[in-house]
């Protein structure tokens, strides 16, 4: 799996940056989406993009 390509339409590619938009805003202190799925998913994703097993908190 290392060093695989990922294509994205350009469907997904906005999809993409909206979820992690969402992420970013949702760790802020006065968060007004609460978006904890999208975080937790975009943690989860890059931690298997980098090859690492789980997700780090902070």
């Given at each position: 799996?290392?060093?695989?390509?990922?294509?994205?339409?350009?469907?997904?590619?906005?999809?993409?940056?909206?979820?992690?938009?969402?992420?970013?805003?949702?760790?802020?202190?006065?968060?007004?989406?609460?978006?904890?799925?999208?975080?937790?998913?975009?943690?989860s994703?890059?931690?298997?993009?980098?090859?690492?097993?789980?997700?780090?908190?902070?």
């Open positions: 799996m290392a060093g695989e390509k990922v294509h994205l339409t350009k469907e997904k590619e906005t999809l993409l940056i909206t979820i992690y938009g969402k992420a970013l805003e949702s760790r802020l202190p006065q968060s007004l989406l609460k978006g904890h799925f999208a975080d937790k998913a975009v943690r994703h890059l931690a298997r993009l980098c090859g690492r097993q789980g997700t780090r908190k902070g």
